[in-house]
């Protein structure tokens, strides 16, 4: 593959095996990677049966090597090289300004397509450049890093706090215990 092509099946153990390449399928599966519902496995083996059209076929020996097929996939056809960064972006909370800056780089609305490969999307949003979500993203950069926030800055954030803090996903058990504390302390 030269990176010129948008792939419609990856080859796993020597065979290529159709996936679901449409950007909103990917999102589907990352939302499912990162599910605090489910145990590592288990959100692992869901996102392979979401992301590969015939998982129920693919050899159980086949399933290292498929994951890792996927995951080169989701970052876009690049190996990862070093540990990942700070997480900066939540594809599921930030998705108004992520499709509204991805829409005006594609010059359309994006999720009216029928079809659009998850590496053309990926194109689109590695062109947005200025707009909301690139202040979002680099103020919470600042806050990470505890940098001071230039006046603007600490404006917007203000008037937008909900916008810029990342919201911690909590489990099923985590939510029934914060709700069982709330009751003890009469909230």
Request: include cysteine; glycine fraction near 8%; aromatic fraction near 12%.
């Amino acid at each position: 593959m030269t990176g010129w092509e948008l792939p419609r099946a990856l080859e796993v153990g020597g065979e290529p095996w159709a996936i679901h390449a449409d950007y909103r399928d990917v999102l589907e599966v990352m939302e499912w990677l990162e599910n605090p519902e489910e145990t590592g496995e288990t959100r692992l083996y869901l996102a392979l049966a979401l992301f590969y059209r015939d998982f129920d076929r693919m050899p159980h020996a086949l399933r290292r090597e498929a994951a890792e097929k996927m995951f080169w996939f989701i970052g876009g056809g690049v190996e990862e090289k070093g540990p990942a960064g700070p997480k900066l972006l939540d594809w599921q909370q930030d998705w108004p300004m992520i499709a509204a800056d991805v829409n005006r780089a594609a010059g359309c609305e994006v999720r009216a397509l029928p079809f659009a490969h998850w590496w053309t999307f990926l194109s689109w949003f590695g062109s947005i450049g200025e707009g909301q979500l690139a202040t979002v993203v680099g103020i919470r950069e600042k806050l990470r890093r505890g940098k001071k926030l230039e006046p603007w800055e600490r404006e917007y954030y203000q008037r937008n706090r909900v916008k810029v803090e990342l919201k911690r996903r909590y489990t099923a058990e985590e939510r029934a215990e914060q709700e069982r504390l709330k009751r003890l302390l009469g909230e």
